[in-house]
């Protein structure tokens, strides 16, 4: 069978959640038995979103091989259980900074370097790349923004020529719409849906099956209008309802028949139906949890819920492993200080101190740090999270008042979080950071060990900042312990304190492998934790 490429555009508005869509279609895909993976196309012109502010476009997603993501890539990963990589992830910029790289070097002597065809040649070369390995029986490409946008046009140009070229049973087009609710009228509207697929067809894209985003449910009669005016097959307009969970939504999208509309438009035989036992199960745990637990998020992003997805979708996953809902209530790190401390984190059965970049928040993050740590409260930090408990022990156990990280005080005498040596000779800011998996070993006896059940393990990584070996003998001795180090560079990766009941601090992220189906050990443990504490913790005592 030749590789089948399903395109997803989205039309009227953006947020529509175009990478649920996709996942859900991939996820069914592959519980039918088929390979499956997804890219994504972005029309910006940033190499990557690694240099975006979290409020501009919320969580950077790193990949095993270490690039850094668009977050749809954390749902593809989630849904599918499949890694993704470099090539999953387009955009603009590297369309572009492949091409003008290449006339630079003379491969297009002669000629006049245009949109079409050397921009759409090169973005169509990209579609296809997962393709060529044969890995894969179907590649799903979701192309970012909303059709009509002036950057996302040489994407629809590339996908019209695709489906141009390609043999017709091995493209499908899905298009993903709104259809509003105008509450005074009490009815849903068709226009922006027509005008939006117009807008494809005029490019020369016409979609097979257009996914209708709802409030309320569409009845026959619109369905058979929009399939009318859309030009598409009664029956490949298909609703998506706004769901409980996005983990329903495969679900929801297998009772539309969208999977079986992919099979059929792409010739694929002798499917099956899709097999989602341990998938369903999971669903099922997460909808009647039989006890709930309040977890205290610390970020500097908090105001934006993107921004932080991961961590967000690991606790939906640990909540569901220990059959409990986990609330996780936001606190901006910023406003925490000495002061209010209890206050802000009352109420907080575990605590977990966040990634980030930059001064801003810092202190307020120590300060979470240290009532975590005194009150015995289960607490999990991540990246910057872990690199704070750090700094906190060193100003309030080791009695360095003026500890810090490079990254905020340079300055300091007691650089107990430093540059990596070397990140220090870097200019570029781009891609530049330690990226993606790195071995880490755990020690025997330590809790980070017993929560994975074993001592090698392998992280997502994304930082500039390191743990101070010079500083560790005197933490050790005075109870923070280096449990966790890269084999190779002996680079501290998990720090805990036995005498707590539950405190790990890691340098790595959890968060992004953490998925429905394999939910992450530190994340299921912090929860785990959170629950006796909330049961027999000190004030309950
Ligand atoms: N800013 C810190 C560093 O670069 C932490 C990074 C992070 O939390 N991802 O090391």
Redesign the pocket.
């Known amino acids: 069978m030749n590789t089948k490429y399903i395109f997803i555009t989205g039309g009227v508005a953006s947020s529509l959640g175009k990478g649920i869509i996709a996942s859900s279609l991939a996820k069914l895909l592959q519980a039918r038995g088929l390979r499956v993976t997804i890219q994504k196309f972005d029309p910006y012109i940033n190499i990557d979103p690694g240099t975006l502010n979290p409020y501009e476009h919320g969580e950077c997603y790193v990949t095993e091989d270490g690039a850094e993501t668009d977050l749809d890539l954390g749902h593809y990963e989630r849904f599918l259980g499949v890694y993704t990589s470099k090539a999953n992830n387009v955009t603009t910029g590297k369309i572009y900074h492949t091409v003008i790289t290449k006339e630079r070097e003379g491969a297009y002597l002669g000629k006049t370097v245009q949109i079409v065809p050397h921009i759409t040649d090169e973005i169509k070369r990209r579609m296809l790349l997962l393709g060529a390995t044969g890995d894969y029986d179907v590649i799903l490409t979701e192309i970012g923004g909303t059709v009509g946008d002036m950057e996302s046009q040489p994407f629809v140009e590339a996908v019209r020529q695709l489906q141009w070229e390609l043999p017709e049973e091995d493209c499908m087009s899905v298009h993903l719409t709104l259809i509003p609710y105008l509450s005074a009228a009490k009815e849903l509207k068709t226009k922006p849906t027509q005008h939006s697929v117009q807008m494809l067809q005029q490019s020369g894209v016409t979609p097979d099956v257009i996914v209708c985003r709802t409030e309320h449910p569409l009845t026959e009669e619109l369905r058979r209008k929009i399939a009318l005016f859309c030009n598409v097959k009664p029956g490949h307009v298909i609703q998506s309802i706004d769901a409980w969970s996005i983990y329903q939504v495969p679900l929801n999208m297998h009772e539309e028949h969208l999977d079986e509309l992919a099979v059929r438009k792409l010739g694929i035989e002798n499917f099956t139906q899709p097999e989602l036992g341990r998938w369903k199960e999971f669903l099922s745990r997460l909808k009647h949890p039989s006890a709930e637990v309040n977890i205290t998020l610390v970020g500097k992003y908090v105001e934006l819920q993107d921004a932080y997805k991961s961590i967000l979708e690991a606790f939906v996953h640990a909540g569901a492993a220990n059959d409990c809902k986990v609330n996780v209530k936001t606190v901006q790190s910023e406003n925490v200080n000495a002061a209010n401390v209890a206050e802000m984190l009352a109420g907080a059965d575990g605590i977990l101190v966040a990634?980030?970049?930059?001064e801003r928040g810092l202190e307020g993050k120590v300060c979470a740090v240290r009532y975590a740590r005194e009150n015995g409260i289960p607490f999990l930090g991540?990246?910057?999270?872990m690199?704070m408990c750090v700094v906190e022990f060193a100003r309030n156990v080791l009695g360095w008042k003026d500890a810090a990280?490079t990254?905020a005080v340079p300055q300091t005498t007691h650089p107990v979080?430093c540059m990596m040596e070397d990140q220090k000779t870097l200019t570029l800011k781009g891609g530049t950071?330690r990226l993606g998996a790195y071995d880490c070993h755990l020690e025997e006896g330590s809790l980070a060990c017993s929560l994975y059940g074993r001592t090698e393990i392998s992280e997502r990584h994304?930082?500039?900042?390191?743990f101070n070996s010079d500083y560790l003998e005197d933490f050790e001795k005075n109870g923070l312990k280096a449990v966790g180090r890269n084999p190779g560079t002996g680079l501290v990766e998990v720090v805990e304190l036995p005498e707590h009941p539950f405190f790990i601090g890691v340098q790595f992220?959890p968060e992004y492998k953490s998925t429905p189906e394999r939910p992450h050990p530190l994340f299921t443990g912090l929860v785990k934790a959170a629950l006796t504490h909330r049961d027999y913790g000190p004030e309950k005592k």
Request: proline share 5%; net charge neutral.
């Open positions: 990634p980030g970049f930059g991540v990246c910057l999270g690199q990280s990254e979080i950071m994304r930082h500039r900042y390191e992220h």
